[in-house]
Nanobody, 121 residues
Framework: QVQLVESGGGLVQPGGSLRLSCAAS????????MGWYRQAPGKQRELVAV???????DYVDFVKGRFTISRDNAKNTVYLQMNSLKSEDTAVYYC???????????????WGQGTQVTVSS
């Protein structure tokens, strides 16, 4: 059984930093793209950043220059370094990954349980 487990959320003051981690575990054959999404209260879930297995990254405009996505393929882990946090970054952050489990015929999409990030003074 494959699962994604996030960690690193919490309460931070405006201008502060947090680093989120998401580790994939289980019987994993391969992982393609990994990414981070977020959902603020009353809003739809939205993409924040993605990273390919080769390390190519893409970000939505509102986090460019402030957030950095990275991954460690040996550890099946993706990270999101968040700097210069703003109150509007407050949301539940979800990890997402395209994973092919061992003995599975294709890649499937998996989601983590989410981790709360609150930016407030």
């Amino acid at each position: 059984q494959v699962q994604l487990v996030e960690s690193g959320g919490g309460l931070v003051q405006p201008g502060g930093s947090l680093r989120l981690s998401c580790a994939a575990s289980g019987t994993i054959f391969s992982i393609n793209e990994m990414g981070w999404y977020r959902q603020a209260p009353g809003k739809q879930r939205e993409l924040v950043a993605v990273i390919t297995r080769q390390g190519y990254t893409d970000y939505v405009d509102f986090v460019k220059g402030r957030f950095t996505i990275s991954r460690d393929n040996a550890k099946n882990t993706v990270y999101l370094q968040m700097n210069s946090l703003k109150s509007e970054d407050t949301a539940v952050y979800y990890c997402n990954a395209e994973i092919r489990a061992t003995m599975a015929p294709r890649f499937n999409e998996y989601w983590g349980q989410g981790t709360q990030v609150t930016v407030s003074s």
